[in-house]
């Protein structure tokens, strides 16, 4: 559509898959994921389309998001991969990922937020590793992620939507602390005492809430 979605104008020509699940754009560049492994690109505003599915390793790609030039594939079972020449190569990006099923990708200030069948996943460097930041969360089977004003808000499968200050995540290096090398909180979970053991002895500050996110 060229007047606000009044109107439209369909663009299928040579996309052999039109099961869609994601879409992205890099400049004038289109790009289209579908539920059978596909990743179709358009230069020509959709004139005409080719298949960059190489390198994905047929995986069914859930979702889209990029940075600048490179372009980040979410797929269900393979994890993460990233291309910088439209598409046409594909690298694999998994490092500490616990979960390869990519619901959703998104991105905020070069930070890239991922959400997986199995929590919540951010990396500040471009990809090439990963770290989770779902706590508090009591459903981690996240389907949908959108950032407004100045909070990151996640949808989940059975619990609702959740959220958090953006800020959190994107500027304060704290949040990006694997937890299992700061503290140990033991027993998890607890009904009586809870024990925090502070193993790397730096001053900490900490919060407990429980399920329903009171403190």
Known sequence: STDKGNNWTNVNNNIT???????????????????????????NNGT???????????????SLTS????LF???SGGGIFVSTNNGLNWKVINSGLTNLVIRTLINKNKVIIAGT?????I??????????????????RIRSLAISNQNIYAGTESNGVWYRPIDEIITNTEALININEVFL????????????????KKELNFSIFNQVGEN
Do not use: R
């Open 17 to 43: 898959d039109t099961y869609f699940t994601c879409m992205e754009s890099i400049g004038s560049n289109i790009f289209i994921g579908t539920e059978n492994g596909d990743l179709f690109h358009s230069s």
């Open 48 to 62: 005409s389309w080719k298949n960059n599915y190489k390198g994905l390793n047929n995986f069914q790609v859930l």
């Open 67 to 70: 940075i600048d030039s490179s």
């Open 73 to 75: 594939a979410g797929t």
């Open 117 to 121: 069948d199995k929590g919540i996943f």
């Open 123 to 140: 990396s500040k460097n471009m990809g090439s590793t990963w770290i989770a930041i779902d706590g508090g969360l009591i459903d981690s």
């Open 185 to 200: 909180l033991y027993p998890n979970p607890s009904t009586t005492n809870l024990f925090i053991n502070n193993t790397n």
